[in-house]
């Protein structure tokens, strides 16, 4: 193995570690990683949308186990996700003649998404705090509201997700902490992975079949990854979540400015 592919091995072992200790940072740090290491952006998105559905099935069976996905939610979301991850797709193969424009489309809704992102993080306590203390008041919505909504939210996932490979985590977990602030935690968090391994499965392939797929790089990753989840899953808790989720939050700003402008 040479200096280069040691090196993919490694950032799969970070963002792995990272990932298993926060449960957030998948793609809003591999997809920049890949970047710096000279990747172009659409293989950079194509390779980490289908690391991310490996690496999240494992959780959707620990998940499904436990009874913790509610699939009707799953179903609203994906209804709307996986549609526009379709025309996504099909809006950038017709910017294939010219891969100079689509990369430079995915660099920067990817600075777009990965700044949302950062803020997403930063004021998710707050987010929650306003969800819980005006669910059931004067805004509540009827359940063909909530469907509808729901089914917005997985567009505007799949649109983010298939453009730039962030957006399924952090902005899917707080849009459902908005939408269902009376559903457990868990729960809602099962849901999210659960929708997330298709919306990135369907993604990704779509990606690999405009050729934006770097097969053994994806393996290198993987290599990395999968004991860096464990050990940091295994850690989780030692280190304050109110000092992770800043440092986490400030290097997407710099990363995310960096892209967009």
Known sequence: MDFGNLGFVVAGLIVGFIVGMTGIGGGSLMTPILLWFGINPATAVGTDLLYAAITKSGGVLVHKKNDNIDWKITGWLTLGSVPAVLLTLW?????????Q???????????????L????IFFKKQL????????GDHYKLSDSSLNMLTVVTGVI?????????????????VALFILYPFLATKRLVGTEIAHAV???????????????????????LLIGSLPGIYIGSHLSGRISDEILRPCLAVMLIFIGSRLAF
């Open 198 to 220: 298709p919306l990135t499965l369907v993604a990704g392939l779509g990606h690999a079949s405009m050729g934006n797929m770097d097969w053994h790089l994806l393996g290198y």
């Open 157 to 173: 996932l799949g649109t983010m997700v298939a453009l730039t490979s962030i957006g399924a985590g952090a902005l899917g977990t």
């Open 117 to 120: 992102t950062a803020l997403a």
């Open 128 to 135: 929650l705090a306003f969800a819980q203390k005006h669910a």
């Open 101 to 115: 424009a689509m990369n430079s489309v995915i660099k920067q809704a990817l600075g777009f998404v990965l700044l």
């Open 91 to 99: 809006f950038l193969r017709s910017l294939d003649t010219d891969p």
